[in-house]
Structures are given as C-alpha cells and as structure tokens.
T-cell receptor, first 112, second 117 residues
Framework: NAGVTQTPKFQVLKTGQSMTLQCAQD?????MYWYRQDPGMGLRLIYY???????DKGEVPNGYNVSRLNKREFSLRLESAAPSQTSVYFC???????????FGPGTRLLVL | AQKITQTQPGMFVQEKEAVTLDCTYD???????LFWYKQPSSGEMIFLIY??????QNATEGRYSLNFQKARKSANLVISASQLGDSAMYFC??????????????FGAGTRLFVKA
C-alpha cells in the first residue's frame, strides 16, 4: 500500500498564481487533513474533512480552499499565492476523527 | 497560551543510551489523546506512539515509551538504546475532544535529537 501520497513534491509559484495540491490515500480512511509547517514551528491545521462530503476550517484557513473529491482524495487550492504561503504542506488521513493520523511525504511550496 | 510545550529545542545523546524528550500540555478537556511523531531530515512525519487520557498504563512501542503523568500534564517520550537513525525532529501533539469528535490536533514546536556515535 502506498499510504498517503501527495503531488507535487516541490513547486515554485509567483505571487498571484494559483495551484492545487493533490492528496490521496489508499487506507480507506474517512478523515483527511491539510497542515502547513513553517520553520521552527510545529504543524498547523489548515482544513480538514471529517468524512466524504464534509470540510471544515482549521487553525489557519485564510487563502486556501479544499475539495473532498471522494473518499480517497482531498485537494488544497491556493487561488492567489502569496509569499506568506511559502511552507511545507502535509496531507494526513485517519480512520476516523479519533484515530491516529498518518502523513504524506509533504509538498514544498515556494512563492516568490 | 501554549497548548503543547516542548522546552528542549535540541538534545544530544550518546548512541546506545536512553533519552527523554519532554512534552507538557494544557487542556481542560477530560478526554484527549497524545501523540509523538518523528520527522527525519527527509521530511516525512512518522507516527511513533499514542496515549489516551484514560489509559491506565503508559504506552510502549518497541524502543519508544511514553511517560504519561496526568496530574502534571506531561507526556514525555523515552527512547531506549538510541541509534544513529533516531537523529531527527520529534513532535509532541495533542488531540482534544476525544469523545466528542474534536478535530483540533495541536503540535508542539519540536525537539531536534542528535545521536552521537
């Protein structure tokens, strides 16, 4: 099993450009999450999806949108990228809201 | 106020020795879960160990154990017989509202562990 996969692994954007980060899991998990990790800090929750068809804001949702395409896939979209969104983005999934989260390998995003 | 505090930005340990990474937390929720993750230089987040607030015994997973002291609100990670491959960043995390479906998982700032040969 691949677990949680993320694409792309690395991306450079110019300010104002848009892009979508893709995440997929093959563990039949119900819940999925998007985090960002900035230098010297732990992970901060951007958005989460408790189950297919639902999404909710986390700690730092501004500037992002998400789509839970189906049970497997949860995408994160930056409509107009800003330098403050330069970060490493992690997708995670868990069987349900109480269970351990398993993480993808991360996407390094640089916004110039 | 910090929900999760990891007071050791960096730690050194000699290979084959044990090391304790500190973590204190703050919550008024009676039900919560505590996690430790390892992040090696390659960047992925690897789940290590979990402790529920109602668990009577400290969690153990191989060389990892969690020293859970509920009254002190501490959840220290103990790594026994350190190996060079243990060199990494370690994050403590807490999920509140365990029984009510809380989704807020808060991460600490991390502790970087260096294992010396």
């Amino acid at each position: 099993n691949a677990g949680v996969t993320q694409t792309p692994k690395f991306q450079v954007l110019k300010t104002g450009q848009s892009m979508t980060l893709q995440c997929a899991q093959d563990m039949n998990h119900n819940s999925m999450y998007w985090y960002r990790q900035d230098p010297g800090m732990g992970l901060r929750l951007i958005y989460y999806s408790a189950s297919e068809g639902t999404t909710d804001k986390g700690e730092v949702p501004n500037g992002y949108n998400v789509s839970r395409l189906n049970k497997r896939e949860f995408s994160l979209r930056l409509e107009s990228a800003a330098p403050s969104q330069t970060s490493v983005y992690f997708c995670a999934s868990s069987l349900d809201r109480r269970e351990t989260q398993y993480f993808g390998p991360g996407t390094r995003l640089l916004v110039l | 106020a910090q929900k999760i505090t990891q007071t050791q930005p960096g730690m050194f340990v000699q290979e084959k020795e044990a090391v304790t990474l500190d973590c204190t937390y703050d919550t008024s929720d009676p039900s919560y879960g505590l996690f430790w993750y390892k992040q090696p230089s390659s960047g992925e987040m690897i789940f290590l160990i979990y402790q529920g607030s109602y668990d009577q015994q400290n969690a153990t997973e191989g060389r990892y154990s969690l020293n859970f002291q509920k009254a002190r609100k501490s959840a220290n990670l103990v790594i026994s017989a350190s190996q060079l491959g243990d060199s990494a960043m370690y994050f403590c995390a807490m999920r509140e509202g365990w029984n009510t479906g809380g989704f807020k998982t808060i991460f600490g700032a991390g502790t970087r562990l260096f294992v010396k040969a």
